[in-house]
């Protein structure tokens, strides 16, 4: 019988008298899931990724210019329930701090539910920030999930296109998300928007939800207000990562989910230094970082005062 996430041929042979040597049919494909990590994987997802990514390169494995030529051809997405429609969705500039190659604004983009939702009141906010390692993702990353938040909340959703890494590395990924939180909690964009700045919340996954961390800091350090955060799979600890975005030896042991998921998919360990390695750049002594931003595990509370 065929082989466990191995590639055959339409009609190939393989019965043990093929002339094919056991180590090339038995070499389970690039990107598989680990034999031994297989029974922990939902049986769903373990046969979509056998079909669909097994045999592929993660698009850490791609050079960068190669993948943002072309984004669509290495990006593997599963199935997303498509969300109901919503009155409005407009993207809009917001004003950051310009980088070296003169770039001052970036995109958000705004979902609107229907005026007669809330009746004319102020409106609750949810600002997003989309995951993918600071390196991928972008407007679509997130587009349903906004959509259904408005849908169900009836909140004014704004989904945050930061600059993205290696181009542009930190803290410009940070800065853009605090400055676009600060854009939009502005008495010109509450009035404007018919924002309720008391129901303000934030959120993201994975890289995104690290980001929300941070701005949630912020907005305690420097007395915003802030209702709700709402982070998935954040990456809340850099603090072990050190040259080239290699984990440290102290890195490797802050957690044993490291080595015992070391080459688990969609997410491995190498794919973790790629990522942090593009984000963080050269080598820095660690007090140039903001403690927040590296570590925002470290910090036990968002309560001001």
């Not at 998921?261 to 794919?271: I, Q």
Request: proline share 9%; glycine share 8%; net charge negative.
């Amino acid at each position: 019988m065929p082989y466990p996430n191995v590639f055959h041929l339409p009609g190939e042979d393989i019965s043990p008298s093929t002339d094919i040597k056991p180590a090339a049919i038995s070499q389970p494909l690039i990107n598989s899931i680990p034999p031994d990590l297989l029974p922990r994987f939902d049986p769903v997802f373990a046969k979509y990724h056998a079909h669909y990514s097994a045999g592929r390169l993660a698009t850490h494995q791609i050079p960068i210019k190669e993948f943002r030529a072309n984004p669509r051809k290495y990006n593997i997405v599963y199935g997303r329930a498509i969300a109901p429609d919503v009155h409005s969705i407009t993207d809009v500039q917001c004003p950051v701090t310009p980088s070296s190659d003169g770039k001052n604004s970036i995109t958000v983009r705004i979902f609107e539910p229907a005026p007669t939702i809330n009746e004319g009141k102020p409106r609750p906010v949810y600002i997003n920030f989309h995951g993918g390692g600071w390196v991928f993702g972008g407007l679509e990353t997130d587009m349903e999930f906004c959509k259904r938040l408005v849908g169900e909340l009836g909140c004014v959703v704004f989904d945050v296109d930061y600059r993205l890494a290696p181009e542009y590395q930190w803290p410009i990924p940070v800065d853009d998300c605090i400055e676009a939180f600060k854009w939009i909690e502005s008495d010109e964009m509450v009035q404007k928007r018919n924002l309720d700045r008391q129901r303000f919340a934030v959120g993201g996954i994975s890289a995104g939800g690290m980001l929300a961390a941070v701005v949630s800091l912020v907005c305690r350090d420097e007395g915003m207000p802030l209702s709700f955060q709402l982070l998935g799979v954040p990456a809340v600890d850099l603090d072990g990562y050190g040259a080239n975005g290699k984990l440290t030896e102290e890195g490797w042991n802050r957690y044993p989910s490291y080595r015992e998921m070391e080459f688990t998919v969609p997410l491995p360990v190498a794919r973790m230094e790629y990522f942090a390695a593009q984000f963080l750049g050269e080598e820095r002594d660690r007090d140039t970082y903001n403690a927040s931003f590296r570590y925002p595990l470290m910090f036990h509370t968002l309560t001001s005062g």
